[in-house]
Each structure stands twice: as C-alpha cells, then as structure tokens.
C-alpha cells in the first residue's frame, strides 16, 4: 500500500536495486534553499567588511571596522580588524577598567596594601591566580613547598630575606642556592661528625663527643657560607642551620637518630643546587609587586 | 554532465569530490605562501632571532613527537585575553616556521607548551617528567622514567638533512654556511652546521646538564633542553605592543 502512495507523491531517480529497493529524488525544501542563498549574501558582506581576498602579495583589508586601542604607553593605534588588534583591544579596555586598582596599587607601598582592605582583597585575588599559573608547579599550590627541591613560603625562614625588598628581588631576578658536596675533601667519618654537630645546633644531637669532633670542621668548612654562628647568609641563600625548620634535608621524617644523621650525611656527600627561575621576563612590574604581597602575607614576611 | 552519471560512477564520484573539496584548501592556503606578511619578520640588530633547532634541541624535539606529548599539549597560543595572560605573547607564525611538522595542535589536557621555556629549572622538568606527582600531586599526566636511557644521536646529522630538504636552513656547504652567518650571527651558524652536528649535540648536553647526571647524554637531555627553548627565541620587549599586529 505505501508503495503505491509514494509513488505517486514523489519522484525517484528511476532506478532499481534488488527489483524494489527506489532512490527519492525530492526537491530541496524552500526553507533550506533561501537559507542557502542568505548564507551566500552573508558572505559578499563579509568578504566587503573584513580581511578575506588575496590580492597578489596582499590582500583586501575590510572596510568600516577599525580598531582603536591604547597602547601600554599611552599611545593611540588605529589598524584595519584582525584579531591580533582585537587582543590589544581587549587588553587595553581590561587595563581600563583594573585601572582604579592597579594605578592604586602601583603607587602604594606594601604596607599601606597591607593595611588597606579592598586594596588588599584586590591584590589577593589577583595573586591567587598568578601563584597557580606560575608558581604553584614548584612551591605548591598552598605555598607549603615540598622538603627537598622546592622551599616553604609559609615559613618564618628565608633564605634570601623576608623584607618585601628582598622577596620582590628573589621573584624578580632569581635566585641560585648551592650548598656544594664534600665527598672528596672529607672523609666519611668527618662528614659524620658533622652532620651530628648539624644536629646539635638545633638540639636534634645524640652523640655529644660527636658533635664536638664537628664544630672545628665546621669553623673551617662551613662557617664561610652558612657563618659562625651557623644561622645563614642571605647574600648567598645559605640556609640557617640553628633553627628545626629544614628545607633542603628531610630531618623531620626521619624517625631515629641515625636516620637524622644518615639525611644529612647524604647532602654534604653529594651537595645540592636549586634555582628558583626569574620572573621579569615573564610578569609585569604590577603582577612581580601583587605576588611579592601575596608571599609575604602568606606568613612569616619580615 | 548528467547528475545520474556521477551518482551512479563511483570513479567519477570520488575524483569530483576530491576536486569539489580541494578547492576550499586551495582558496585558504594557497595565497598564503604569496602574501608578504603570512610569517613574520622577527630581527633585532639586523639578525633573524628565531632560528632552527640545535642538535639537541632537535633530538628532544623528536622524542616529543615520539611520545605523543602532542596529544595533550597545543604549541599555539591563541590571540585571547585569556591565552594572553596565562601563558605570555601569543604566538607567532614565525615562531613555528621551522617546526616539521607543526605542533600547533587543539587539544589541550594539559596546558600549552608553547611558551614554558625557562618557566621552570632543568631539576623542576626533570622530576615532571619522571612522575609528575611528585610536583603536581593532582597531575594527570603520565611520567616517562624510560627518558633516562642513553641518546641515540649516531643519526643527527641526517636528521638535520631530511629537514634541510624542505627549507629548514641548516648548513652543509660554506656558502650555506655564510648565508646564516649573516642572517644569525656567528654563534648561531655554528649551532646550526650538519657538519659539526654531533660535536654540538655533546657540547650543549655537557654544558647544559639538563637531566643532572653528567656521565651520560640521556633522552631526557635532549628532551629538556628543548622545552627550554620553546617560545623563548623573541624578546618581545624590543618591539612596540602593536608591532606584530601589523603583519595582520
């Protein structure tokens, strides 16, 4: 029955597979078809109004579109559409508008960040943003660092400084710590003294005739960097060795004297380099001074 | 031609498909390659900044295309607000005119490579690389500890002369040789010779230590020293804000 009926409502291509098996051959529908033609106008006005037709080593520029934008220093460019302008655009109307807070920002000192709130929750949450993008991979997204490789910033030590100065400098220009290795200049039983001297000068020590054999070694050896008194040089990063907060030897999970020991031992055998990357290259003036804040309200800036 | 013909010719169907089709390539591509301003001039003091791969570099780069690291990172950072402030200048045509193939790419699980050069330290890539958990402890990327095997770079120089064949200027004849001493300078020529390829590939893996372990020139080497140099051969502070704009 339905054989009969669509054969005569519809036209077929006229052929026949398999003795019934029909192709339909309908018109295309009136809608589809003016959509069609729109979609053809639509492109002649586009082709006028934007970059499309090449025209020997160039091509045509569009008409009717510019973009208007104002540079970082204050000039105004204007430039046929394309998307590169487009970013500029956008990035220009965004600095418009952080203006009010930024300009503020830029002319406060830390301290009066500090105490101004909304300045303050501005730079906050513009910080959050940039430590995850950029420094969360090393120091962890909450700041708590990874014992080893990588410093706490929640912290009360520093080995560079802990002033606002001395935290923009660091994030701005890098820092390289080397605590170099002693496996050729010390003998192990030395090494060992020292490590229990180490110990000792945050009253971790439990061989007390050990750590006296270690103190000489240290004046001759150590001191230079990490001074007499062994609490560190930010001139050189060199870490404070009088405190229990470690950053480089896991003395903290270790559980038995020898273990302590044994962690220490290890670093003065072999050294160890780090380098915290500079960022001038990467960020802005604004974003080096709204981290800086950041880190050092993260705890324990001087 | 009748429509039946075609319909019912599977020949004809595919060639004048193929033609059908191809005419939209042609028409996108092809006056790309006869515009002035498709790939931009990049000079500082009259020399090109970008240059090709070192020998290193280019061995990392391979080891890149081998592990599929191009499956979840893009290289092309997209002229967008967003793209812009999360990972810098977005790119140039230039910056990938050396690339063979392109590592552009849209799929993005992890996030865009194509600026992380000196982002992080050599130590920081290569503990990624190992286990990324370690540093990123919700990292889904997956580590690749076998990069610490040696180097296979006997073949360096032939790799460098596969590209040389489709218009990547490294050098093997002086004139070659003088050609990108004045467009590079000296020191980049030097890095850019197949004819002293393997001494170079030694050298920069010597010097740079990328992987921390100086007795032997591993994957891993090669591999970081190329993420290294990514995005990072255009000083964008030597141009004014709306420079590269003008090539558009």
């Not at chain 1, 030590?157 to 701005?172: M, Q, S």
Request: charged share 20%.
């Amino acid at each position: 029955m339905s054989k009969d009926k669509t054969q005569q409502t519809v036209q077929t291509t006229g052929h026949a597979w398999d003795g019934d098996l029909q192709e339909f051959n309908n018109p295309l529908p009136s809608w589809w078809l003016w959509a069609f033609y729109a979609t053809v106008i639509f492109a002649i006005v586009y082709w006028v109004l934007y970059p499309t037709w090449p025209v020997g080593n160039t091509y045509t520029k569009g008409v009717g579109n510019d973009i208007t934008y104002t540079t970082t220093d204050g000039k105004e460019v204007t430039s046929h559409w394309n998307t590169r302008s487009l970013l500029l655009k956008d990035l220009a109307d965004a600095r418009a508008e952080q203006a009010k807070y930024v300009e503020q920002l830029k002319a406060a000192s830390y301290s009066d960040i500090a105490k101004d709130e909304e300045k303050s929750a501005f730079a906050y949450s513009m910080a959050k943003v940039l430590f995850a993008d950029n420094c969360a991979a090393c120091h962890q997204a909450g700041g708590n660092g990874v014992i080893g490789p990588y410093p706490n910033l929640l912290d009360d030590a520093w080995l560079w400084g802990g002033t606002f100065e001395k935290i923009e400098e660091t994030i701005r220009n890098g820092h390289v710590g080397n605590m170099p290795g002693f496996k050729g200049q010390l003998s192990a039983r030395e090494i060992d003294n020292l490590a229990e001297y180490v110990l000792s000068l945050s009253g971790q020590g439990s061989d007390a005739t050990k750590a006296q054999k270690g103190k000489p070694l240290f004046s001759s050896n150590c001191a230079v960097c990490h001074g007499q008194d062994a609490k560190g040089q930010i001139l050189m990063g060199s870490a404070n060795l009088t405190d229990s907060i470690w950053t480089i030897v896991n003395v903290p999970a270790a559980a038995t004297p020898e273990a302590k020991r044994a962690a220490i031992v290890n670093l003065l055998k072999t050294g160890k380099s780090r380098q915290m990357p500079a960022w001038k290259d990467r960020l802005s003036d604004t974003e080096i001074k709204i981290l800086t804040f950041y880190v050092h309200e993260l705890g324990g800036g001087q | 031609m009748k429509h039946e013909t075609i319909e019912t010719n599977v020949g004809w169907l595919i060639v004048l498909t193929l033609i059908v089709i191809s005419i939209g390539g042609l028409v996108e591509i092809v006056p790309l390659y006869f515009i002035d301003d498709t790939i931009e001039t990049v000079q500082v003091d009259g020399k090109d900044t970008i240059r090709p791969y070192t020998s290193l570099e280019l061995r990392g780069r391979d080891i890149y295309q081998r592990e599929g690291c191009y499956t979840c990172h893009s290289q092309m950072i997209r002229p967008f607000r967003d793209e812009d402030m999360r990972y810098g200048h977005y790119s140039l045509a230039a910056e990938s005119q050396f690339d063979h193939p392109f590592q552009w790419g849209s799929k993005r699980t992890g996030p865009d490579l194509a600026r992380v050069g000196k982002k992080y330290s050599n130590e920081w890539h290569v503990q990624h690389m190992m286990n990324p958990r370690d540093v990123v402890p919700q990292s889904i990327m997956p580590g690749y500890p076998w990069l610490m095997q040696s180097l296979h770079y006997k073949d360096v120089a032939d790799r460098m002369r596969a590209l040389k064949m489709v218009g990547v200027p490294y050098s093997e004849t002086q004139a070659e040789f003088d050609a990108n001493v004045e467009r590079y300078g000296k020191d980049v020529a030097d890095k850019l010779n197949i004819n002293s390829a393997m001494d170079n590939l030694i050298s920069q893996a010597q010097a740079g230590n990328y992987d921390g372990n100086k007795n032997d020139i591993t994957e891993m080497d090669a591999l970081v020293a190329y993420l290294q140099v990514l995005g990072t051969m255009v000083d964008f502070s030597k141009f004014d804000e709306g420079h590269f704009a003008e090539f558009r």
